[in-house]
Structure formats: structure tokens, C-alpha cells
């Protein structure tokens, strides 16, 4: 019987959050820091936030371009599992930020049609964890968060050399699908588990854990 697909709820900013997504099952909990984002955070909050957290809920700090100040106030300052890169850190960067960190990397991928998918093979040799998500309309703000999908075919029951994470538009009523059609064994949700842009909803998050799981 194959194992439980892991669930990482991204854009958490409220301790009643992260606890609905420990008590629900989540086994990520993702902190935004980017200043577009309706979900950024300042340091010290994803502190408080990652100190609270339920033991055993791994700590995952999302970040777009970063430069080194930045990642450094982060790492100084927040308890974490891992890093998420999601904006066009080169092969090279992810692999520079790996060894300074000493943490675990998830670099995003953006994926429209199939020539997106070369991405792929190039930073699953560096990066840890994939997580392939849909790419953000041309002029967009954002470079994830915009509760968009692709689709999911392209990556129909893909095998790549690293652990990889499924995203972009997820919700409690299609992620059983999503998964049932890509084999993804984890999947990553921001929007379709909130109220509005930047509240997440609990009851919103426990239905997309019981949905993924079922
Ligand atoms: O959530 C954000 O605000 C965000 C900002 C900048 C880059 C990435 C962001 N979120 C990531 O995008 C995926 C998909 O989001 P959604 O579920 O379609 O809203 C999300 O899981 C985050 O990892």
C-alpha cells in the first residue's frame, strides 16, 4: 500500500493555521517572505509561528530572488526544515545556498507546456525537492500563489530523479484528481485554502488534508 501523500499548506501567518495544519495532517508548513505576496510575513512573525509549531511539522521558508541579506536575516532568526526557491534562482545559486545553509532545497518550476519540463532534469540534480507548479501568466506578480493549475497530464505519472511536489490551484475539490492523474505522492497549496487573498480558512485547510489523503 503506498504511503500517505504529504501535504505542505504555503502562506501561513496565524498560529490558529499552523495548528489546523498540524491537526489536520499537514506535513509542511510554508512561510512567504516576499513583499508582493498577500501572505508575506515579516521574520520575526515566521519565528513566533515556527517556535509554536507542533513538533514534527517541517518548517519550509518560501522565497523568490532572495539575495544573501535577506536569506540571512531569515536563516539567523527562523527555526527551519527546508528552503524554497521560487523565483529564477540559476542551477548555481541553488546549489551555492545549499551549502551555506546546510538545509534542504525545493526549487519551483513553472510548467505550461512541455517545454517546460527540461527544467526539470536541470535542477533535479541540485535541488532536493521539485515543486512543479503552474507557470504565472506573463506580467503577473506573482510567481506562484495565483491559485492557477496546469495541466496536469504533462506530468502524468512522471519519474524524476528527486523527491517532487505537485502545485498551482489546488483545492479540497480537485486535489484527489490532481493527484489520482499525476501520481504525485506530495502536493503544495496556498489559495484554495483561504477566505480571501492571504486569510487561510481551517476548515478550508482540513478539507484539502482529508481531500488529498482520501
Ligand atoms: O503564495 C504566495 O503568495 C506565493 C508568492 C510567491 C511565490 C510563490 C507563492 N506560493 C507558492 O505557489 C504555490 C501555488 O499557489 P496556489 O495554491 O496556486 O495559490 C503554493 O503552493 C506556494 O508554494
Redesign the pocket.
Known amino acids: 500500500m503506498p504511503a500517505d501523500v504529504k501535504v505542505?499548506i504555503?502562506?501561513l501567518s496565524r498560529p490558529e493555521d499552523v495548528q489546523a495544519a498540524a491537526s489536520a495532517g499537514a506535513v509542511y508548513a510554508?512561510f512567504?517572505f516576499?513583499a508582493k505576496?498577500?501572505?508575506n510575513i515579516s521574520v520575526e512573525l515566521a519565528r513566533d509561528l515556527a517556535i509554536d509549531a507542533p513538533v514534527g511539522l517541517a518548517k519550509v521558508a518560501?522565497t523568490?530572488n532572495a539575495d544573501d541579506a535577506m536569506l540571512d536575516a531569515i536563516m539567523n532568526t527562523v527555526p527551519l526544515d527546508m528552503l524554497?526557491l521560487?523565483g529564477s534562482e540559476t542551477p548555481d545559486r541553488v546549489a551555492d545556498l545549499r551549502r551555506r545553509y546546510g538545509l534542504p532545497i525545493m526549487k519551483?518550476i513553472g510548467i505550461a507546456d512541455q517545454s517546460d519540463l527540461d527544467q526539470i532534469a536541470t535542477y533535479a540534480g541540485v535541488a532536493d525537492q521539485l515543486?512543479i507548479?503552474?507557470k504565472p501568466p506573463r506580467g503577473a506578480d506573482?510567481?506562484?500563489?495565483?491559485?492557477?493549475s496546469f495541466d496536469w497530464r504533462l506530468v502524468n505519472r512522471k519519474y524524476w530523479p528527486c523527491p517532487w511536489m505537485l502545485?498551482?490551484?489546488?483545492t479540497p475539490d480537485n486535489v484527489a484528481l490532481a493527484v489520482q492523474m499525476t501520481g504525485a505522492r506530495q502536493v503544495?497549496?496556498?489559495?484554495?485554502v483561504e477566505s480571501a487573498p492571504g486569510v487561510k480558512d481551517p476548515e478550508l485547510i482540513h478539507a484539502f488534508v482529508k481531500a488529498a489523503l482520501a
Not at 188 to 192: N, T, Y
Request: net charge neutral.
Open positions: 505542505k504555503c502562506g510554508g512567504v516576499f505576496s498577500p501572505r518560501l523568490v524554497q521560487h519551483a515543486l507548479d503552474a506573482l510567481p506562484g500563489g495565483n491559485g492557477l502545485a498551482g490551484g489546488l503544495d497549496v496556498s489559495s484554495g
